[in-house]
């Protein structure tokens, strides 16, 4: 029994108290926004009571008795200029968690303020001057009309004021028993009922136009924290592509550019230069360069590295490819580039080089790596040779139309076979001719 009543009465969701949530945060929007709307019509309305009052004075200053009209003017117009002061303490002391205290207060004032005017039903209505009787029931017809337009943004306060400005002067009206008060009543009634049904439709359009405010505004606010998260989405996104291409471009082991970064990086940017020298020297660019310096290719490959693999593991191997990279980057400069061409062979892109500067990292590459000593254990290290080949873009002794990145790097490794040749542990240069290379050991 207790198992059906349970599963007859399921748990409120977690959904269900956000959409709870969030419909009495939308009501307390459309609340404030109505009360606000009220207070801000109030400042226009009383101005109108004030008006209205000074021309009932001066209509009746020698209709009826003066006294009773300088007290009926001077009670409204000081009670409206009171209420000023709830337009002030509204706009500094406001806070909405005491919005269902200012409405009780608020409908207080209007319910004071509709009873204060509609007295004129009882103190200015003289039988004897109809006419007059008949401005002042214009008059309260015109503040109804009034109180619809500032008031509908709250019913409660509409209602409260406009039923005793227009019944008090319509009961003083229908006991005058004048044969024309039956149907003035009759049309005063059906006019305040048309008035009232304004309105009414008035508030409900406001009220549905907050709600679309508000759902709109919440929709802004929400496509706004979708367009920032979409945009840190993207911004991680790019990061993240940007990562995945560097790591597209580096050796996975040794951390320095892969054959990849050459071909589709270096292999542009030389070939760009390549097409740059071709138009100087043939006279079609204006721009001098540098003539004598370009672009330096080394090719690098360690001597005998099979042997350490056999001898001491590929995991040994590994170890020793990582140290051979770091000490091959801290042979060259910062903008220079070291990479791993495959297995034990490592290019080395020289930029903005001369022929001499680059023979002579060549030289002090092949030294530095003769002299140093490579961890394949925690407790065993070992030395090391290696052979090397370069080469240096522009030729000047010949000039090859048709060379390319391609060409060059067969050139270099041209000159790094003839390393190997003599004995491996040597560092060659190659000097291009057109239809042969001399290879000059240094």
Not at 82 to 98: E, G, L, T, V
């Amino acid at each position: 029994m207790n198992g059906q009543v349970e599963s007859c009465c399921p748990p409120i969701t977690s959904t269900l108290v956000k959409n709870i949530s969030e419909d009495t945060d939308r009501d307390q929007y459309v609340e404030l926004n109505r009360f606000d709307k009220l207070i801000a019509s109030l400042a226009i309305s009383m101005s109108a009571t004030i008006i209205n009052c000074i021309i009932i004075g001066v209509v009746l200053w020698n209709v009826i008795s003066r006294r009773i009209v300088l007290i009926w003017c001077s009670a409204n117009i000081a009670y409206a200029l009171s209420r000023y002061i709830i337009i002030y303490y509204y706009r500094i002391r406001f806070n909405k968690a005491h919005l269902a205290a200012w409405k009780i207060g608020t409908l207080i004032s209007f319910a004071l303020a509709g009873i204060l005017f509609g007295s004129s039903g009882i103190f200015l209505m003289d039988p004897s001057q109809f006419e007059y009787v008949i401005f002042m029931y214009f008059i309260a017809g015109g503040m109804i009309v009034g109180s619809a337009g500032s008031y509908h943004n709250y019913l409660p306060i509409y209602f409260v004021y406009s039923t005793p400005v227009f019944m008090i002067p319509t009961v003083g009206l229908y006991m005058m028993n004048k044969s024309v008060v039956s149907p003035m009543v009759v049309l005063g009634i059906v006019f305040y009922t048309l008035v009232s049904v304004m309105a009414i439709r008035l508030s409900r359009d406001l009220r549905d136009s907050l709600y679309l405010r508000y759902d709109n505004d919440q929709l802004v606010r929400s496509l706004e924290k979708e367009k920032v998260q979409t945009e840190r989405l993207n911004a991680e996104l790019v990061e993240k592509n940007l990562e995945l291409n560097e790591l597209s471009l580096s050796d996975p082991l040794t951390s320095v550019k892969n054959r990849r970064y050459l071909f589709e990086i270096i292999m542009p940017e030389i070939e760009a230069f390549i097409r740059n020298f071709r138009r100087q020297i043939n006279g079609r660019n204006s721009r001098q360069l540098d003539v004598r310096k370009g672009y330096g290719i080394i090719m690098v490959d360690i001597d005998h590295f099979k042997q350490v693999n056999d001898q001491y593991g590929h995991d040994a191997g590994d170890m020793v490819l990582i140290q051979f990279a770091n000490k091959l980057k801290e042979s060259v400069r910062s903008d220079d580039v070291v990479s791993r061409f495959g297995g034990e062979e490592f290019v080395l892109i020289l930029k903005n080089i001369d022929e001499t500067n680059a023979a002579d990292i060549a030289k002090k590459l092949h030294g530095y790596i003769q002299t140093s000593t490579f961890a394949v254990t925690e407790n065993r290290t070992l030395g090391l040779t290696c052979s090397i080949g370069f080469v240096l873009y522009p030729f000047y002794e010949y000039d090859d139309p048709d060379i390319t990145f391609d060409k060059l790097i067969t050139i270099a490794d041209g000159a790094l076979y003839h390393a190997k040749a003599q004995g491996r542990n040597a560092s060659v240069k190659a000097v291009y001719r057109g239809q042969h290379t001399d290879h000059i050991l240094l």
